[in-house]
């Protein structure tokens, strides 16, 4: 709105880049533009001030499609002055000189003209098509056709209104009708969905029988290589308990060896020492074969005493010493020369 300043009996207004004012003296303009400033007298002139940025109006339409249906559209229409002088010649945008405000409401009015022409066309354009067509097309249909009604209007011509955008937020006809179209959408989408998971399942159950294939693969190989592996296992202990087996032979067959090696010297040493025992008791033989009776007799009897620790009793017999002592004589007379005697017997 414009600003406007009071000095004495002079008025001075400044206005908004976005604001058209026109200064009427009778009924003449005298000033007309955007954005000016200057000074007046408010007792000889009326002062009238047209915005020409855009303008927003809501628009809320109900209407009955051809099946008789309610519909309610709600949407905006965006609009601006592009003749300022002739839309205050057909709207009063008058301003109060004191505070700078609109002394009607004009704005208001053209929102109202431009609500329902809007409204027109929504409602001619919902009753010439079916529920479903509306709800469907029904955004790009409505915008269009608003557009186009308003474009022909003579009435916004004859303002001096351009419409600059027509926009449609929702098309919705009754709950329960609306219910009704979605439920049709809703089954398919349900049905839809209910495919969608018996198609999950059914992969789902088919990757599990794959899964249980191949852990059945994995199983059936396990146990051919668990067989490979326990005969694999049976040949290693077969060929283990045969190198043993040989080992121990070979071995057997050594100890034998050396035992019969270690035998047969032993044998031998054996069959040595045995031999010179022999020879030493043949030559011991052969000696006391050429000695006499008595002198063998006398090494016995050394003999046995050597070996006898105590002796008890002893007895001598005539037939033991008879012939000791006739040696005796005998060799006593051969020594002197003399004839043999006569045996004697010796009793004793």
Known sequence: MADITRMGFLRHLRADASSHVLLYRGARLRRSGRGLAFWFSPFAVSVAEVPVDDREVALAVHGRSADFQD???QGSVTFRVVNPELTAARV???IDQRRGTYLRQPLEKLALML????Q???QSYVKDAALREVVVRGHDGLRTAIEE???GAPMLTDLGLQ??????ASVKPDPEVERALEAPTRERIQEEADEATFRRRAQAVDKERAIQENEM????ELAKREQQLIDQRGQNARREATEKAEAARIESEAQAGRTRLATEAQAAGIRAVDGARTALEKERLDAYRTMPANVIAGLAAQELAGKLQRIDHLNITPELLGPLFANLLEAGTKRLGGPDPAPRKVTP
């Open 71 to 73: 519909v309610v559209v």
């Open 163 to 168: 419409i600059v955008a027509v926009r449609i």
């Open 92 to 94: 009063d945008f008058s």
């Open 115 to 118: 609500t329902q022409l809007a």
């Open 217 to 220: 693969q994995n199983q059936i």
């Open 120 to 122: 027109q066309r929504a």
């Open 149 to 151: 009604g308003l474009a």
